[in-house]
């Protein structure tokens, strides 16, 4: 009996859908239902939920028969059941934009939305606005006003969310029901208060100074509803940004004295608010953070939570803010609930002292297992940050981190560590040996492929730097043996690395290699096959070329290049310079990485910002003959205040022979309209200026582009330059409603601030992984070197001065000094305008208070080595 039981109950507990296999024909078979004398609402109530359930789950249902079968629904209307009639009220929404002619129930919807029974009132008028358009609307404004201030909160909570959905449609309607929404604002009711403000907002908030005038007369009034103290708190907070409004702001003080409201809700926000705006200093996120150490120990889970999110949040750029509250953190790293004990000891991680580390590993490793993905995820990116702080711990967290790599996780999880293990091994020589030890453990077992790939390379980038390079080549050759195609191709290259770096390791790397010609994988052997003969030749230079740098050009350009020489035959060979180069972002090294590892990616190369100027000046026809583009500045230069009446950026496109200066010009004026704009350009250089392509029209607040191109001059050592910039253009007044122009306009002209050409302009930023091979393979032959000394107060300041000017890419994270040095060597790598491939090694040394700097340039043409030797003095 009492097996029979408990089957019984499996039974019930199954979850088995009743609708499941339903038939969209059968259910609206079931439909004449709806024209049964009596009607019959229990039958008729699971005849709607069917239909329903059958538009929710995505079945299509043709105009013909939704229009049918709404037809019979309407009969409906004449059965008084509550449960039926809400049902009636949903299905109308649901079909409104299916059947046709839905417009025939309004007045039965009317006469629900006016009539006593309080309980159709309000699911009436949702209904009834959904199906209302625009041109119906007039008809039943009067009601819905009523419906705004009526007594029963439900009716006026339903008329006011009900028109902030036609504001959509019919927002010169609705803003006529601003004074029945202002009313509806002194409601007792917390919902009716919380939606009238909402609607009062949304219809003022493109009139910025209405909008502040709705703050500052509600922030004097004591709101009754919290939820409408919050609403307003977030207004507050987008009109301090828009304003870009001080501290000092009323707003800000507004916000503030929340932090004093008796609703714990209204508090949080005020808090999140503060916590989260611009350029808040320590002092003034004070107040905030007490309240949020206040509610860390609160017996309610839910603004415990809020309260520790949020102050990790603050941890990240103000930790020493949260210092404060360390005690109660410590308190719950033991919470039964494991989100805020995650959230505690990542916090703890952002602003524990070095001497807390070891205590907090082991208090994290206590919990770990007991985790999602998600919070493992958390706790790994805090520890990367607290390695980065405190670069002598890194010990500990590396074999923390290790720990964690044998653990069961998905991909995120194992990525986030893989991660954090490749950031301290590239920014601590101290850690390299060990971290390259755990991820060779990791690849033993590793089911991801982009990760094994990942770590190949990163095993072909550092282990012949290390003291005991042989002991990878085992964990490589393994990967050749044992893994798919992709890993063992990544593990032929890495092995490659290792023969062109270590004389000694050559012999055994080629024995290997001949074996992996006979893989089964055409991709594998091919690879083999290159290295091998490479390998065999015993040149720096080709090594350099084929295995230690990979080529610089970007995925998407050569493409479009070779598309373009295979369509147009000619008799000269393809020339890899006229490739457009892969661009480097400006970031920290390990920033670039992270960026360029092998994870989760689209399936197709997306264009990069310089690949479309290039197609966009390509369609130019006076740009047609330029040939290919050699660089785009990254940040636009601002040739105008932003109060000014006009907004002028540049960005310097640089060609072979040729600088083309595009304008984007926007025209914050509404009276007036600009024609044929063109931006005139002067300088006492040999720069000559070949033509202007203006900009047709600038309609108010409407941005145009306009370009000016410059030949370079003969002379290859004169690149740099100061232009003079004249707006001139033909102004129009025009009719500020309509934007029409009103007479035929005069000419007129706007003096800009002035444009520099300098030697970054000429030189694109590359990455040389191994630079020491790119040295040799450059050669002697243009080297040229002198002595300066800079005006910078340390040798951080010179590096960062030096690497800004030449616009050249550090390599080998030369760009970051070791703390306490007196000296140090810079490497950069970069194509110089011509496509000739130019490097730099700056020896750096700290003496009296300024630096001495020691630069040796060398490039494949004489005159880009000059002009960047010279560039720094």
């Known amino acids: 009996m009492h097996m029979l039981k408990r089957d019984k109950k499996d039974e019930e507990d199954s979850s088995s859908n009743p609708y499941a296999n339903l038939e969209k024909s059968a259910v609206l078979q079931e439909a004449r239902n709806f024209n049964d004398t009596p009607i019959n609402p229990r039958r008729c109530c699971h005849t709607l939920t069917k239909i329903l359930y059958i538009i929710n789950t995505g079945e299509h249902i043709g105009t013909m028969e939704a229009t049918e079968t709404f037809f019979a629904m309407t009969k ?78 439900a009716v006026s909570s339903a008329a006011l969310v009900s028109s902030l959905h036609l504001m959509k449609t019919s927002y010169d309607v609705v803003k006529r029901w601003v004074n029945e929404a202002t009313e509806a604002v002194s409601s007792d009711n917390v919902m009716v208060q919380y939606h009238a ?51 000092d702001s009323p707003f800000f003080d507004f916000i503030e004295s929340c932090l004093r409201h008796k609703s714990e809700m209204v508090i949080y926000e005020a808090a999140h608010a503060i916590v989260n705006m611009q350029n808040t200093t320590a002092r003034e996120l004070a107040p905030a953070v007490s309240v949020l150490q206040l509610f860390l120990s609160s017996p309610k889970p839910t603004l415990r939570f809020a309260a520790t999110k949020t102050l990790n949040k603050v941890a990240m750029s103000h930790p020493a803010a949260v210092t404060a509250c360390n005690l109660d953190l410590e308190n719950l790293i033991t919470d039964v609930n494991r989100s805020i004990a995650t959230l505690a000891i990542t916090t703890l991680l952002k602003t524990g002292s070095e001497s807390s580390v070891d205590r907090l590993m082991k208090q994290i490793s206590s919990f770990m297992s007991e985790i999602s993905d998600e919070f493992k995820v958390v706790v790994v990116q805090a520890i990367k940050s607290l390695c980065m702080k405190y670069p002598r711990k890194h010990n500990v967290m590396m074999n923390f981190l290790s720990s964690m790599l044998r653990d069961e996780g998905g991909f995120d999880y194992k990525k986030a560590i893989v991660d954090t293990v490749i950031s301290i091994v590239e920014e601590n020589n101290e850690a390299k040996e060990a971290g390259l030890a755990h991820l060779c453990e990791f690849i033993e077992d590793c089911e991801h492929t982009s990760l094994a790939v990942r770590i190949l390379h990163l095993l072909g980038r550092e282990g012949p730097r290390t003291q005991q390079p042989s002991k990878y080549i085992r964990f490589i050759y393994n990967r050749v043996i044992l893994e798919n195609a992709s890993v063992r191709a990544a593990a032929v290259s890495s092995l ?96 670039v990485i992270g960026d360029v590892g092998i994870g989760k990616g689209p399936d197709k190369m997306a264009a990069s910002r310089q690949d479309i100027f290039a197609e966009q000046l390509g369609a130019i026809p006076e740009f047609a003959a330029l040939g290919p583009l050699f660089k785009s500045s990254v940040t636009p230069a601002e040739l105008t205040e932003s109060e000014t ?65 410059v030949k370079l001059p003969e002379d290859p050592i004169s690149v740099t330059a100061s232009f003079s910039n004249t707006m001139k253009f033909i102004v129009k007044d025009c009719d500020p409603n309509t934007g029409e122009p009103d007479d035929e306009g005069y000419e007129d002209e706007y003096v800009l601030e002035d444009i520099e050409v300098t030697v970054a302009d000429h030189i ?24 300066y000394a800079l005006s910078a107060k340390s040798l951080e300041e010179a590096v960062k001065n030096i690497v800004t000017f030449l616009g050249m890419q550090p390599c080998e994270r030369s760009d970051k000094v070791a703390e306490g040095r007196s000296s140090h060597t810079l490497y950069l790598a970069g194509v110089y305008r011509g496509g000739h491939e130019s490097l730099v090694r700056a020896r750096l040394a700290m003496m009296e208070g300024s630096v001495t700097m020691q630069i040796t340039v060398r490039s494949e043409d004489h005159s880009a080595s000059e002009v960047i030797a010279a560039a720094v003095g």
């Open 197 to 247: 403000l909402g609607l009062l907002y949304h219809i003022r908030k493109n009139d910025r100074l209405a909008v502040s005038k709705l703050v500052a007369k509600y922030s004097r009034q004591a709101l009754k509803s919290p939820y409408a103290v919050c609403m307003l708190i977030r207004i507050a907070c987008k009109l301090l940004v828009e304003e870009d409004a001080g501290h």
């Open 496 to 591: 490659a690395k290792f023969g062109a770096n270590c004389e000694d390791l050559l012999p055994s790397v080629l024995v290997l290699l001949e074996r992996c010609l006979l893989d089964g994988d055409d991709e594998v052997r091919d690879r083999a096959t290159l290295y091998l003969h490479v390998l065999k030749e015993h040149q720096k230079a080709l090594n350099s070329v084929y295995i230690l740098n990979s080529l610089n050009v970007s995925i998407v350009g050569l493409e479009r290049a070779l598309h373009h020489y295979t369509t147009e035959p000619s008799e000269v060979p393809f020339d890899m310079k006229s490739v457009p180069l892969e661009t480097q972002p400006i970031t920290d090294q390990k920033q």
């Open 645 to 709: 009446e006009y907004m002028i950026n540049c960005i310097k496109h640089t060609f072979a022979e040729h600088i083309v200066f595009q304008f984007d010009c926007t025209n914050t004026l509404n009276d007036q309209q600009l024609e044929n704009v063109t931006i005139h350009m002067d300088t006492s250089d040999d720069f000559e200026v070949l033509c202007y392509v203006p900009a047709p029209v600038l309609k108010y607040n409407t941005p145009g582009t306009t370009y000016t191109c």
């Open 76 to 153: 409906l209307f004449q059965s008084n059941d509550p449960t039926l009639r809400r049902m009636v009220y949903l299905t109308i929404k649901e079909m409104a934009n299916i059947a046709e002619d839905v417009i025939i129930v309004t007045s039965s919807l009317t006469k629900d939305m006016t009539g006593k029974e309080d309980m159709f009132r309000a699911a009436a008028i949702r209904t009834l606005c959904k199906i209302t358009d625009s041109t119906m609307l007039q008809s039943i404004e009067r009601y819905m006003k009523q419906a705004i201030v009526d007594k029963v909160h």
């Open 764 to 787: 694109q930023r590359v990455m040389k992984p191994n630079f020491g091979a790119s040295w040799e393979e450059v050669g002697e032959e243009n080297q040229i070197e002198e002595t």
